[in-house]
């Protein structure tokens, strides 16, 4: 048990309720894409992959706080734009995968394909999303049934290119960000 531990990576696949079919990859768990309302000034920046199963504190353990507004708030996410399968205002899924017979999981943006001996695990052709945090969405994205209500929590935008400090070519003006999930 140990040893399988010592051989695994773990990465969370943004817009899907499962993991890839790559050769040794399983699903963790499945979640629900959650982090800080779009215009809140405060909280946190990143963004989670909730379960389903929720196990909330003991009654028993009391917090306090000095104000009511003193607490940092959790938002469902939902997305932004119509893509395939989603729609806007449905909700994103999430799913946290682990990868065995591998010791590393990376994120690169701006590239589809996976350096020499690196795994893919997923891409999105067409572009990277964003709330607050740049992440990578799959490219055949899901939502959750029936949550078409715009509640507008965390929300995911396509991301693109603007040239000045950043250089021009090699990338492109206004171009979509494509991004690659890669594992070894």
Known sequence: ????????????????????????????YEGITAGKQYSDTGDGVNTLCLPH????????????????????????AEYQMTMQRV???EDVPCAVCRVKMASS??????????PPFWQKQYSSDRHIYQSTEYL????DPDSIEGSRRDDN????????????SLPCPPYENGAS????VCSI
Not at 136 to 139: G, N, Q, R, T, V
């Open 105 to 114: 999981s990376i994120m690169i943006p701006g590239k589809r394909s996976c």
């Open 53 to 76: 199963d929720p196990e909330n504190l003991p009654q028993s353990l009391s917090v306090s706080v000095p104000a009511s507004d003193d607490y940092g708030y959790l938002y469902g």
């Open 153 to 164: 929590g965390r929300l995911f935008y396509p991301v693109k290119t603007i040239c000045g």
């Open 136 to 139: 990578c969405l799959d490219d």
């Open 1 to 28: 048990m140990y040893e399988d531990c010592l051989q695994s990576a773990t990465f969370i696949i943004w817009g899907k309720k499962t993991c890839p079919k790559v050769n040794g990859t399983e699903v963790v």
């Open 177 to 180: 960000v494509s991004c690659v």
């Open 87 to 89: 729609r806007i205002s």
